[in-house]
């Protein structure tokens, strides 16, 4: 059972540079999110899904860029790399339903940008 | 954004102490979660939570979802090396229960 599937798992870019960090999952949940993780910040909320065809942006949304076609991939885009985007990027898939949720991680990726 | 205050930071601790540790915020939630983060590693969900005064264990862990619906608590029995990593809390808003609110996390190191 894979879970969620990030990949790949370390990237270095240079400035002004685009990506694509992959994300799959496998448990047919409708809501997918990308974090980012930097030092004494915990996990921030770059944006996320609640189904295919639906986005919407979280905390910190600048820069990047998402897109929903099925409900097993959700794709994020830098389109113009910065070194203010060097972190941990992880992506997670949950369910919400009668009141209960849960959010299971990918083992993220690791993006240098210089 | 909404910060959840998680408490402490970091903590030094022996082998076989107890360890706790608490999420704080002014905002009503509706879930809290629990996560372990090991090195290099995405977090793994710990404990789930859903009711105000809910206690629930997994093993060494209990956690508790606070009766103002504000906090909750973890705590970590007879802690053993492989406990080293850092801990997160978790919360689901009341008024936004499509999104996750994350602790900064904390830092626990086991002292031989």
């Known amino acids: 059972n894979a879970g969620v599937t990030q990949t790949p798992k370390f990237q270095v870019l240079k400035t002004g540079q685009s990506m694509t960090l992959q994300c799959a999952q496998d448990m047919n949940h409708e809501y997918m999110s990308w974090y980012r993780q930097d030092p004494g910040m915990g996990l921030r909320l770059i944006h996320y899904?609640?189904?295919?065809?639906?986005?919407d942006q979280g905390e910190v949304p600048n820069g990047y860029n998402v897109s929903r076609s099925t409900t097993e991939d959700f794709p994020l885009r830098l389109l113009s790399a910065a070194p203010s985007q060097t972190s941990v990027y992880f992506c997670?898939?949950?369910?919400?339903?009668?009141?209960?949720?849960?959010?299971?991680f990918g083992q993220g990726t690791r993006l240098t940008v210089v | 954004g909404q910060q959840l205050n998680q408490s402490p930071q970091s903590m030094f601790i022996q082998e076989g102490e107890d360890v706790s540790m608490n999420c704080t915020s002014s905002?009503?939630?509706?879930?809290w979660l629990w996560y372990k983060q090991d090195p290099g590693e995405g977090p793994v969900l710990l404990i789930a939570?859903?009711?105000?005064?809910e206690l629930t264990s997994n093993g060494r862990l209990t956690a508790q979802f606070g009766i103002t619906r504000k906090d909750s608590f973890l705590n970590i029995s007879a802690s053993i090396p492989s406990d080293v990593g850092i801990y997160f809390c978790?919360?689901?808003?009341?008024?936004?229960?499509?999104?996750?609110?994350f602790g900064t996390g904390t830092r626990l190191t086991i002292i031989p």
């Open positions: 905002s009503i939630f509706n879930t």
């Open positions: 978790a919360g689901q808003l009341a008024v936004d229960f499509e999104k996750l609110t």
């Open positions: 899904s609640v189904g295919a065809g639906i986005t």
């Open positions: 997670a898939s949950s369910y919400v339903t009668a009141g209960r949720t849960e959010a299971f």
């Open positions: 939570l859903y009711k105000a005064g």
